[in-house]
């Protein structure tokens, strides 16, 4: 699966879009990109995924560019709740088991009031 | 968190003793998986289980064994506890491959 980079940490104001970027340059064509997010102490949750077409959510936008090279997580409208670390994921679908999701350091997100 | 439970939340053990943690899920989802976080690591693969019956080994997966002799109970056993195995253990689940994990709350191991 191929690496990605992200910011290790960002601030955003409460009711402003939170933009997180992530980059994947060496993704291959059949790699999806996931976005997860880890609230402190709690199980990590799945936000929202992509291969190539830019997809939304009640939870959230995700922004693939059109190489492929990258993408930005939105949330429309931050709240305190949003302050979590981000993981962005790229990873190769599998029919069968073996594919495991591998977490890199994430952005820390903080909302600020 | 909905469909799927861990359990113990907390759990104290001695060196030496084995230790099983429970994930069970009310989804009827194919795919389960235990991991295990711990600062500076992130979250590492330890098992999954792609079916009945049906187990694989992770990235960290020695001192640890599984067992899922049902859909939806997928069991993770500690051989012999270790205190390197002190950590937060997520059990996750999902319907098929494509689509998003859910995770447990976690359980806290201590071994002391």
């Known amino acids: 699966d191929a690496k990605t980079t992200q910011p290790t940490s960002m601030d955003c104001a409460e009711g402003r879009a939170a933009n997180l970027p992530c980059n994947h340059s060496t993704i291959s064509g059949n790699e999806y990109v996931y976005w997860y997010r880890q609230i402190h102490s709690q199980g990590p949750q799945y936000i929202i995924h992509g291969l190539k077409n830019n997809e939304t959510n009640e939870m959230a936008s995700l922004i693939i560019t059109e190489d492929r090279k990258s993408s930005t997580l939105i949330l429309p409208h931050a709240t305190l709740r949003d302050t979590a670390v981000y993981y962005c994921i790229v990873r190769v679908v599998r029919n069968n088991a073996g594919n495991m999701l591998t977490f890199g350091g994430g952005t820390r997100l903080m909302v600020k009031p | 968190d909905a469909g799927i439970t861990q359990s113990p939340r907390h759990k104290v053990t001695e060196t030496g003793t084995p230790v099983t943690l429970r994930c069970h899920q009310t989804e009827n989802h194919r795919y389960m998986y235990w991991y295990r976080q711990d600062p500076g690591h992130g979250l590492r693969l330890i098992h999954y289980?792609?079916?009945?019956?049906?187990?694989d080994k992770g990235e960290v997966s020695d001192g640890y064994s599984v067992s899922r002799s049902k859909t939806e109970d997928f069991l993770l056993t500690l051989e012999s506890a270790t205190s390197s195995q002190t950590s937060v253990y997520f059990c996750?689940?999902?319907?098929?491959?494509?689509?998003?994990?859910?995770f447990g709350s976690g359980t806290r191991l201590t071994v002391v």
């Open positions: 289980s792609y079916g009945v019956k049906d187990t």
């Open positions: 996750a689940i999902s319907r098929t491959d494509l689509y998003g994990y859910t």
